[in-house]
């Protein structure tokens, strides 16, 4: 057996034993040929102080490990070699035992988890060892001196303290096992809550007079004793909403909606008990809502507003009741509150609109005769769906909102049943997206033996060509006959219409579409006479409604006028009129036959104008021929004396290119 010497506690393990304050000192009284230094604070129970070293390996010191370390602080040594290499022997170790006096514990610390066999590695630097706690890198147990350095060997376990933790009532679970990082400044520290980054939950370290923003491992929640005040708005889901919302354990009101909100959180706030209190409304799904939610400190006496899908002034509201009565009465609308905080990341569905699928050329009609049970429903001739949530805050602020260049697909509020009469424009309030594209109008080209006919259909081909469907229809006796067949042709609701001596304009807006707004009607563009400089609906393009046209029995003097009509003036075409002494003769025939009518019913000024420039204006090819039928066509009324019956001959090409002949020989 080799001689044994210890430093530290003595072990009682050998009666020869003996205590040597170095290895130095050690290896002057060793009187066998090698000996044992050893750490008198280790377990040596079942370590075997009879192991030998290889042969070639016994000039080292070697060096046996523990549990932490593979320098344990148990050597054996060559004697006269207590300065040669160090070997770190693997083939057997001690186990260091506990040393608590080498240990600093500052803080609530459960004192089972904090394992004090640990110790430093010999071959480095002193320093202050931190270990870990469940909430910080530091816990305030520490090992040792020098420079921080922070290790995890070990997780300690923080314990609950009360003691520097200032706590709002309304806040719950709160996790007094926290404690901040003892070797950081003295802040006071202010807790998250799920959605804000303060909660008014504190915890203050003696001294500390900055603030500093954190959150626990979970995060702070509040109490749920805030009132909710259910706006009912009269849909079919009214009562599944209710019972939705007090199954979660909500006190919950209903108050009908009535006028604005505005209005209805005033009446809210009068009979409120709570500090706060949710405004929430049957139109939204409030399945995955968190009634928990709780403004930053320096929100909290804001208006708080929640989207509606994407609408920023949605339909749910965290109201501070007090600040909201203060100024309840000196404001007019919801958007002049003082201080609104729209919330950016809490967003809430708001339920689908009704949807009513019409066949009219008109929303007017469908719109008078449904009867709404939704703030708004969407209206529209097909099967589409619109990413838009209206906004319902005041009664001004529920427009009507148009998607398409005709406003065919229109979300309509019910208010609108308080005004609407003969068109939606009564509404006053319409807003128009534009943001889904339609088909274009169909080009029907009318032609009955005009000149140039066949070069004006080309013209219009050219310029329809991908954009417009384009029909020739030509050789049917009877305007009437030729305008219903048109119609029958056409398939979009309105259609152009382009006759066979009208030069269709580059500029001519083909992508034009009617107003579904408004009744159904005809819409006349104008057209440029070459001959007397005049420019106005008379041979214009004109956008014919197909059920109208079809329910026209041509009994008026003139088709168009004769039904629903509105002048879009916009210069479409040049009316080649003139190519042929025929066609330039009937065709101012038949106009001042209709412009005489009118002057004579209406004293209107500007036909006076057009009438009188007809009778005394004409240059260019066959400007004679016009000149002779504008005033053939006066005679003739003056003739029959404006009678109606008479004056519907002139309707008829075949009548006017008789008498064309009997007064001219040509």
Known sequence: MYDVFYFGPKPCLFPHEKFAESIEVADSLSRTSCYWYIYGGNDYSKFNFYWQPNIWERNYTHVFGDQWREYGYTFFVKTGNAKADIYFNKDQRCERLPHPHLFTCNGSIDPETVDTTWHDNALEPDFTYHFPSQHQRASGVTYGTGPNKFTSDFVVTAL??????????????????????????????????????????????????????????????????????????????????????????????????????????????????????????????????????????????????FASNEQKFGDTFLVHVESFRAQAERIKLLDWYDTVNYVEDVVVPRDPMPTVIYEQDTLVDTVNLYKFKSPYVLFAPYECSIAHTPKLWAVKDRDVHTFTPSNSVAQVPREIHQTICEQIYDYPYISKHKTIPEQRLDTIFISNGEPEADKWFKRTQELTAGSNRCVHIQGVQGRTNAYKEAARQSKTPWF?????????????????????????????????????????????????????????????????????????????????????????????FREVVKLKQFVEQSK???????????????????????????????????EVAGDPKQLQLSYEWTWLDSKFKTLNSV
């Open 604 to 638: 209107d000024v500007e036909a006076e104008y057009r009438l009188k420039t007809w009778l005394t204006r004409a240059d260019g090819l066959n400007a004679e021929y016009v000149l002779s039928g504008a005033n053939e066509g006066a005679k003739f009324y003056d």
């Open 496 to 588: 152009f219409t382009v006759f066979g001596k009208l030069e269709l304009l580059p500029e001519f807006p083909l992508d034009w579409q009617p107003d579904y707004l408004q009744k159904p009607k005809h819409y006349i563009f104008y057209s440029e006479n070459p001959v007397n400089g005049l420019c106005y609906g008379h041979m214009g393009v004109i956008a014919y409604n197909r059920e109208l046209v079809l329910a026209n029995p041509g009994k008026g003097l003139d088709f168009t006028l004769s039904q629903a009509h509105e002048v879009v003036p916009v210069v479409g075409s040049i009316a080649h009129f003139n190519d042929s002494p025929t066609m330039a003769w009937r065709t101012a």
């Open 160 to 305: 609950p303290d009360k003691t520097n933790w200032t706590v709002p009532k309304d806040i719950e679970d709160v996790d007094y096992t926290w404690h901040p990082d003892p070797t950081q400044p003295p802040f006071i520290y202010e807790f998250a809550t799920e959605y804000q980054k303060t909660s008014g939950l504190l915890y203050t370290v003696p001294g500390a007079t900055d603030k500093k923003y954190t959150s626990m491992h979970r995060k702070v929640k509040r109490r749920t004793d805030t009132e909710v005040y259910l706006i009912d708005f009269m849909t079919d889901s009214t009562t599944a909403k209710l019972d939705a919302l007090k199954n979660r354990g909500l006190d919950v009101k209903k108050t009908r909606f009535v006028g604005s909100y505005l209005d209805i959180i005033k009446r809210i706030c009068t009979s409120a008990t709570t500090e706060y209190v949710w405004v929430v409304t049957t139109l939204c799904d409030y399945s995955n809502f968190d009634f928990n939610w709780y403004p930053e400190t320096w929100q909290s006496t804001m208006l708080h507003v």
